[in-house]
């Protein structure tokens, strides 16, 4: 099996940066995409940004220029650095990654980690 662990969210003011991080862990051959998604109160979850283990990058439009998704393959680790925070970004913010596993055949699939809550205040 696999564990996400993340760590990082809290109470910032709005303007101000937070950072994100989410260690994968377990038996698995290797971690494919890794990302974030988030879910306010009453709204669906939402993809926040996604890295391929080749680093290539997605994000929505709503955090374009200000969150920054990265990672260490080498500790299976992902980050999202949030700067200009803003309001509408208060949720609770799920690391998401897709592992590997090599039996007799290759096989993936989907995890989550538990959720870390990010609250931003004006």
């Known amino acids: 099996q696999v564990q996400l662990v993340e760590s990082g969210g809290g109470l910032v003011q709005a303007g101000g940066s937070l950072r994100l991080s989410c260690a994968a862990s377990?038996?698995?051959?290797?971690?494919?995409?890794m990302g974030w998604y988030r879910q306010a109160p009453g709204k669906q979850r939402e993809l926040v940004a996604a890295?391929?283990?080749?680093?290539?990058?997605n994000y929505a439009d709503s955090v374009k220029g200000r969150f920054t998704v990265s990672r260490d393959n080498a500790k299976n680790t992902v980050y999202l650095q949030m700067n200009s925070l803003k309001p509408e970004d208060t949720a609770v913010y799920y690391c998401?990654?897709?592992?590997?596993?090599?039996?007799?055949?290759?096989?993936?699939?989907?995890?989550w980690g538990q959720g870390t809550q990010v609250t931003v205040s004006s």
């Open positions: 890295i391929t283990s080749g680093g290539s990058t």
């Open positions: 998401n990654a897709e592992a590997v596993f090599v039996t007799t055949t290759l096989s993936s699939r989907k995890y």
């Open positions: 377990g038996s698995f051959f290797s971690i494919n995409a």
